[in-house]
């Protein structure tokens, strides 16, 4: 390589450098310039109490872990513990603390940080009996005075829905809702919603969006570039009663309030960690609808190229994780880790937290 191509490698390092939000990142900049050569994974400190399908958001470079189920108590539905609890863990210190908790139990709820504050919405608690446990409640995290206040409830009672900021309001949408299957008139079946709204934290009120194409549960999303991505889900009984997962995604773009299709994912997936790195979503672990396994395997969606890139296995495969991105590190931790078919089932912890840099 001669003076003068160095000279323009330099500057271009140098200008993808200062597009860095962390200063973290500079020593490591040579290791990680592109996505593709972010490919490894390291093991940190576990949650003192490991918990699944909690709502997870990055404030303060800190990940806060927040709500869930205690994945011990999951193997018996009549007696699932549901968390009002915060955990909060400092990658400067490799060390978990806690903060005031919730006004609500939730599992499965949606977070998001606008203006230094945490906002949660939905999800369930099996001790709510009204529909099924379904919340529309929500309520935001001042950590300044380390307390919660509730704000407006949703229009539409939901768990197991996606949600993401965009221009300092929450959109939400997808999730389940309870349903007779009239293929079996005794029982009970969750459908995906396709319906969604956002809220305005000015006015503290909510409003209706376009809906998804798919009504989709337990899906993966994240917000680029203004834009909010939607990838995989389930259908627990959709129009012709059958269970149907997805590796279908969609785009809702806000400007014009309209949903549309991108690439497919490689597999099938639900309940898998996700997270924006280089503006460009990453999905990883989660259950394979085509195996019937929780996994280890993860790729990335650039919307440039409309398409998906494999990246390496994790340590351990998991799946209803709590994720967050902190200086372009995604961080990973709890979930369940694997189900074995019994009655009632077996159900293993995910208890090596673990990031990918």
Known sequence: MDSQDTQVDT?????????????????????????????????FKSQPDVRSGAASVVLGCKLYVIGGALVSTLTDGDNEVVLA?????????????????MNQKRALPVAGVIGGKIYVVGGEN?????????????????????????????????????????????????GSKVIINPLNPEGEDDRGI??????????NTWSSIAPMN????????????GRLYVVGGVDNFNSQGNEVYYKSGEVY??????????????????????????????????????TDTIVKK???????????YPIRDMNQARASAATGVICGRLYITGGVNRIVPLFPPDILPADQNEFFY
């Open 11 to 43: 500057q271009g390092q140098n200008r993808l450098i200062r597009q860095k939000r962390c200063h973290q990142l500079r020593s490591n900049y040579n290791n990680c310039q592109n996505t593709r050569i972010l490919n490894r994974w390291a093991n």
């Open 85 to 101: 609890s915060v955990d909060v863990y400092n990658p400067k210190t490799n060390q978990w603390s806690q903060v005031a908790p």
């Open 126 to 174: 099996r001790e709510n009996d009204e529909n099924e446990g379904a919340l529309s409640s929500g309520e935001v995290y001042c950590p300044n005075s380390n307390t919660w206040t509730p704000i407006a409830n949703m229009k539409q009672s939901r768990e197991g829905f996606v949600g993401g900021v965009i221009c300092g309001r929450l959109y939400v949408t997808g």
């Open 194 to 203: 396709r319906s969604g709204e956002v809220y305005d934290p000015k006015t």
């Open 214 to 225: 798919t009504g989709r549960i337990d899906a993966m999303a994240g917000v680029i570039c």
């Open 253 to 290: 773009n806000p400007i014009n309030n309209k949903w549309s299709p991108i690439r497919d994912m490689p597999e099938k997936r639900i309940v898998s960690s996700s997270g924006i790195i280089n503006n460009c979503l990453f999905i990883v672990g989660g259950y394979d609808g085509d």
């Open 298 to 308: 993860g790729f990335f969606y650039n919307p440039k190229s409309n398409r998906w």
